[in-house]
T-cell receptor, first 111, second 112 residues
Framework: DTAVSQTPKYLVTQMGNDKSIKCEQN?????MYWYKQDSKKFLKIMFS???????INETVPNRFSPKSPDKAHLNLHINSLELGDSAVYFC??????????FGPGTRLTVT | DQQVKQNSPSLSVQEGRISILNCDYT??????FLWYKKYPAEGPTFLIS?????DKNEDGRFTVFLNKSAKHLSLHIVPSQPGDSAVYFC???????????FGKGTKLTVNP
């Protein structure tokens, strides 16, 4: 009964490919997020959705497109993968203004 | 532009002693602060938080102190246990925003 789950946990792919990462939360939270943790270990927010509506969209290349089919799911699709996209991607959820609960992360390696 | 800074990348303490992790911030609009703990290959887990209207919040072995004038907060763990060994992230949020801003983390090692 994992609260926030992500699939896959590891993803190795070649430059130029398109890939998706899925996220699901069973906490009944209204808000979901995608974070990127780069090689320097900084955790930076990429996107946030509240009840399927985009509310935060940081300066992220438009190759990254989040999709929220319902408020329990927030998927991340990445087109034309580049070497610099290699990172750990974390999904999170929260009720507004409360602490965020994170998934286990997806380690993406682009070769 | 790092708005949340954790200047110590690592900290090593003996079991039973106090661990003090520090965090500085630059944005005076931040009004809520959180500490997260992260084990390898897992996502960060929420530990403790503090509102800017308080200067201290305690939860068991964990206490967070906030000094608004110095734009500084600290996490005290006492007594430290080997299971506390992890990376600790400080994070801050501005009122009305959903955006958590994280520090770079401090790796705590508690030696038996």
């Amino acid at each position: 009964d994992t609260a926030v789950s992500q699939t896959p946990k590891y993803l190795v792919t070649q430059m130029g490919n398109d890939k998706s990462i899925k996220c699901e939360q069973n906490l009944g939270h209204d808000t979901m997020y995608w974070y990127k943790q780069d090689s320097k270990k900084f955790l930076k927010i990429m996107f946030s959705y509240n009840n399927k509506e985009l509310i935060i969209n940081e300066t992220v290349p438009n190759r990254f497109s989040p999709k929220s089919p319902d408020k329990a799911h927030l998927n991340l699709h990445i087109n034309s993968l580049e070497l610099g996209d290699s990172a750990v991607y974390f999904c999170a959820s929260s009720q507004r203004m409360n602490e965020q609960y994170f998934g286990p992360g997806t380690r993406l390696t682009v070769t | 532009d790092q708005q949340v800074k954790q200047n110590s990348p690592s900290l090593s303490v003996q079991e039973g002693r106090i661990s003090i992790l520090n965090c500085d911030y630059t944005n005076s609009m931040f009004d809520y602060f959180l500490w997260y703990k992260k084990y390898p290959a897992e996502g960060p887990t929420f530990l403790i938080s503090i509102s800017s209207i308080k200067d201290k919040n305690e939860d068991g072995r964990f206490t967070v102190f906030l000094n608004k004038s110095a734009k500084h907060l600290s996490l005290h763990i006492v007594p430290s246990q080997p299971g506390d060994s992890a990376v600790y992230f400080c994070a801050a949020i501005q009122g009305g925003s959903e955006k958590l801003v994280f520090g770079k983390g401090t790796k705590l090692t508690v030696n038996p």
